[in-house]
């Protein structure tokens, strides 16, 4: 009976494979813009709420209908972002560089000179003014060859960020660095006292907070939305040989928003053929978001101190978690009918968070998704009778109606009443981009301006999935092996027309595994064994998740043989991966260079090769000056960070993390063009002295060594 489930999944390959794409289109490069203007402060905002989330339901709808009514059979487009940290470093500590805002206007001037260039990055600001992300200026395409160009590209904007930074500046990949928080660690600003009136953290001055108003702004109504309490973050510290035993339990000072948003992540969006598809995606991707997690573990160490857990996710959870008092159970509060669920409605989760709902509507019987959506996901009725009275399907309409649970956060005078629901969609943006959960599903763009029906080149996105659960990795080749990694598991699951359909609650129980200490090779997760049905028509498609009873369709599995395969019932990803590059008939350049990062995702699940966490862990703990304590010193932060830079540029090898993959240098040199320029150089001294040292040179013969 098990080995009936993978037979008939092999047997689906030939319908189920998805046509060649189409040429790429061209794309016009996209800018990163923050609109600028004044944000409302929380009591001017108030007033306002309201208005915006009804608004936003609206311009969904208004969108949704013109999707529907366009026919769209969009081909792959995918694309990474990476984010990255800049630190200013002595010999004895390192501090971050609030450089970040400069640096990337830098950036983006020269990118702007290069657009000539296919490939290119693009630069976007990020919550922390020492942080930058980088992506490729144009996607990717849905061919395998694009698949190789994903590292190139992480190279290319490694190797451009390194070119912006002065000569004491460093910019690994750490997801945190650990001296965040501890005593004087921050450079680059005048002001730099902490307790400031935006997040009054008494670690954090708001100095490490982007100058956009946006930014401060989100920070200052988040404290006021709570009740003007500060949120807080509390990991489990590691206990050591020599930790003292009345230390508390957990790192005790996350009261910033800058501890969890200024965690680096790296995050991969694709684009689906149709919102069926990137619905359909966005289901699978958050059942596999926790495994992902766990494989890509690499934040250890919080505030100087050694964590108990390997990964970032519940302390962004909690640095940005808006919630009243009433709404997630910490006390009373009182009813303000300004608030969404007049600020009283229980809400079990943070909107950073994994999802509550699958957003897929399966046509099977009775909607069979639904009976793994098990976990208490609230909606906002009035937005859930609005989608439905205009006709968008129930796990739509649920989906959307749960994302407007929460208030919008930062609202700015002149673009409020002003936006035109028929053609704008900021509303709708507004909570959308708020509502950070391990998977999102982002609907089209441009439908107002002519972008849809317009010449395929120049197409607006349509149906997105991003993922956003994967920790950054120290080196771009784990960056590429992930994000390429995830590419394929989609293709696989869409050739083979795959369900990893589990219970909500257990993937929640999932992503509280994913982060413990080890949870790569240690824990257990609960994943789909039967991932195929046992019966479908050969033209039904997405049929999956109504096959198997529900007691038997899923099992405790380890990453390994999640990925590697269990018994003969269960394929695993990996075999599943070359099984798909197979039947597209990738070619063998192509194939070899994909292999390397199946085998790195397989090398982390098996311990071959280490996590993120596990290299920084053992960094700090073999570091001279680790007393066994837990504590994480300045000068230790300063050098693991120094080590990471290093380790990222392929000056220090770390074969432990790559599984013995060589990481080939990255330097400034040739991060931009050189023009081959016919102006006349200024003087005649210049030109003679040029000449004459030249001339008194012999033969060149760095070539012949
Ligand atoms: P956000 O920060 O909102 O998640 P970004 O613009 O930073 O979005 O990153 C989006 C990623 O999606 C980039 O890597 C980009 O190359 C990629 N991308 C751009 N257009 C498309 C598209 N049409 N389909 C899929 N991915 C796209
Ligand atoms: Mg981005
Ligand atoms: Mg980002
Ligand atoms: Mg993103």
Redesign the pocket.
């Known amino acids: 009976m098990r080995g009936a489930a993978w037979a008939l999944c092999t047997a689906h390959v030939a319908t189920a494979l998805l046509a060649p794409p189409s040429p790429a289109p061209k794309?016009t490069q996209?800018k990163a813009v923050l609109t600028v203007g004044t944000p409302l402060n929380w009591p001017d905002a108030l007033d306002r709420l309201a208005y915006v989330r009804e608004h936003g339901i609206d311009q969904f709808i208004e969108m949704w209908r013109r999707s529907q009514t366009l026919t769209r059979d969009d081909d792959l487009?995918?694309?990474?972002?990476v984010e990255y940290a800049i630190l200013r470093v002595t010999d004895k500590q390192a501090k971050i560089s609030l450089r970040g805002p400069e640096i990337r206007d830098a950036l983006a001037t020269k990118e702007e000179a290069h657009s000539y260039r296919t490939e290119g990055c693009a630069w976007?600001p990020e919550y922390g003014r020492w942080m930058v992300?980088g992506?490729?200026s144009?996607?990717y395409g849905g061919y395998a060859a694009d698949l190789c160009r994903v590292e190139r590209n992480m190279r290319l904007r490694r190797r451009r960020l390194l070119s912006e930074l002065a000569e004491d500046e460093i910019c690994p990949t750490l997801v945190t660095f650990p001296g965040f928080g501890v005593g004087d660690f921050a450079t680059g600003c005048a002001d730099l006292a902490p307790n400031g009136p935006v997040a009054r953290s008494e670690s954090v001055p708001d100095a490490v907070i982007h100058p956009h108003p946006r930014f401060a702004t989100l920070t200052k109504n988040i404290r006021a939305r709570r009740g003007g309490e500060n949120v807080r973050a509390r990991p489990p510290r590691f206990v050591d040989t020599k930790t003292p035993r009345d230390a508390p339990t957990t790192i005790e000072g996350l009261d910033a928003m800058a501890y969890g948003m200024g965690a680096c992540c790296v995050?991969v969006?694709?684009?689906a053929r149709d919102s069926t598809e990137a619905r359909y995606c966005y289901d699978q991707l958050a059942a596999l978001a926790p495994v992902m997690l766990a494989l890509t573990a690499a934040s250890p160490c919080w505030r100087g101190v050694l964590a108990a857990t390997d990964a970032r996710w519940d302390i962004i959870s909690a640095s940005v978690d808006d919630r009243t008092p009433a709404e997630d159970g910490r006390g009373l509060s009182d009813s303000d009918d300004r608030l969404a669920g007049s600020g009283v409605r229980q809400l079990p989760r943070s909107r950073y968070s994994s999802i509550s709902r699958y957003a897929f509507e399966c046509d099977g019987p009775a909607g069979q998704v639904r009976r793994f959506c098990d976990v208490d996901a609230p909606i906002d009725e009035q937005a859930y009778n609005k989608l439905k009275a205009a006709g968008v399907d129930e796990a739509l309409s649920r989906h959307v109606a749960h994302l407007f649970v929460r208030d919008p956060l930062v609202l700015f005078e002149g673009l409020i009443e002003e936006v035109d629901d028929t053609t704008a969609t900021d509303h709708f943006d507004n909570l959308q981009?708020t509502n950070w959960n391990t998977v999102r599903l982002k609907p089209p763009t441009g439908l107002g301006i002519g972008g849809i029906d317009s010449n395929p080149a120049e197409r607006e996105?349509?149906w997105?999935t991003?993922f956003r659960p994967m920790e950054v990795q120290l080196t771009d080749f784990e960056n590429a092996a992930f994000s390429v990694f995830t590419v394929l598991v989609t293709r696989v699951i869409l050739a083979f027309d795959l369900s990893l359909y589990v219970p909500l609650s257990r993937v929640d129980a999932n992503m509280r595994r994913a982060q413990r200490m080890n949870a790569a090779t240690s824990e257990k997760f609960y994943f789909r064994r039967q991932l195929a049905p046992n019966e479908v028509s050969e033209a039904q498609k997405f049929v999956n998740c109504c096959g198997g009873d529900d007691d038997d369709v899923f099992e405790e599995m380890t990453c390994l043989e999640i990925i590697d395969g269990k018994g003969d019932y269960f394929p695993g990803l990996a075999p599943l991966a070359y099984a798909y590059l197979d039947h597209i008939g990738c070619d063998g350049d192509t194939l070899a260079r994909l292999s390397t990062y199946i085998e790195l995702v397989r090398k982390k699940a098996s311990g071959e090769a280490v996590t993120g966490a596990s290299w920084i862990r053992k960094f700090i703990t073999e570091h001279p000056e680790y007393q066994q304590d837990s504590i994480v010193s300045p000068k230790i932060a300063r050098d693991l960070a120094v080590a990471a830079h290093d380790v990222g540029l392929g000056l220090r090898p770390a074969p432990e993390l790559t599984g013995g993959q060589v990481i080939r240098p990255i330097t400034r040199s040739g991060a931009w063009d050189t023009r081959l320029s016919a102006d006349k150089i200024p003087t005649k001294e210049e030109r003679r002295e040029l000449l004459a040292r030249y001339a008194r040179r012999g033969p060149f013969r760095g070539a012949q060594g």
């Open positions: 794309l996209r487009l995918w694309g990474d972002e976007h992300e992506t490729p144009r996607p995050q969006t694709f684009q981009s996105p349509g997105r991003e």
